[in-house]
């Protein structure tokens, strides 16, 4: 749907037709219960989260300006509902040492690429992106999974676009540390 057709729905939706609300939450249902989902790690709580920002959205869609794309402004209630209930839980997430971190060459990060086809380092993947904070889990589904642009990562998280690509970077690094602490113990 063009973003023209969506801001009319939208503007008829605020004006008292808001049965067609449901359209908008066919659309995006998938897409924000998976964010939510690989924030929260839990399918039944995300279930519920991703209900939670749907009605967030549809009671302040009158506040909706356009500013971003529809997407965008949803995406970003999923992305903070996901990460405060995270926050809310306390959760211990995976903490690597920044050193080890600082010193691990890019080029060696890089070498993910040759894990394709390898059902053993991909389950191992699965896993150490669920040990990744909040943040960061949701840039890796908006980035990886989704398939979302730098730009737009940076749209629905706030940030900048350089603090998105530096996240991205650490992320690659702090995934291949981990992966390999999961199949070799401690080994780089």
């Keep these: 749907m063009q973003q023209q057709e969506e ?6 939706i605020v004006n008292g037709e808001t049965d067609l609300y ?16 690989r924030i929260v790690g839990c399918a039944e709580d995300a279930e519920e989260l991703a209900q939670d920002v749907f009605l967030k959205a549809f009671r302040n869609l009158h506040r909706f300006n356009g500013r ?9 209630i999923a992305y903070n509902t996901a990460v405060s209930e995270t926050r809310r839980r ?4 995976a903490c690597i040492d920044q050193a080890r971190l600082a010193n691990l060459p890019d080029s060696e ?5 040759a894990w394709e086809g390898r059902q053993e380092y991909l389950d191992a993947l699965t896993r150490a992106v669920g ?13 990886y999974y989704e398939e979302y642009s730098v730009s737009e990562c940076a749209g629905i998280t706030q940030m900048s676009e350089s603090n998105v690509k530096v996240r991205l970077h650490r992320i690659r690094k702090k995934l291949y540390i981990l992966v390999n602490t999961l199949l070799h113990g401690n080994e780089t």
């Design 109 to 113: 990060a890089e070498r993910m690429d």
């Design 68 to 76: 971003s794309s529809f997407p965008t402004w949803l995406f970003r």
């Design 131 to 143: 040990e990744l904070e909040p943040e960061e889990r949701a840039l890796v589904t908006l980035f």
């Design 90 to 93: 306390k959760r211990e997430w």
């Design 22 to 37: 449901a359209i908008l939450a066919r659309r995006y249902g998938r897409v924000v219960y998976t964010l939510v989902s």
């Design 7 to 12: 801001l009319e729905l939208i503007r008829r």
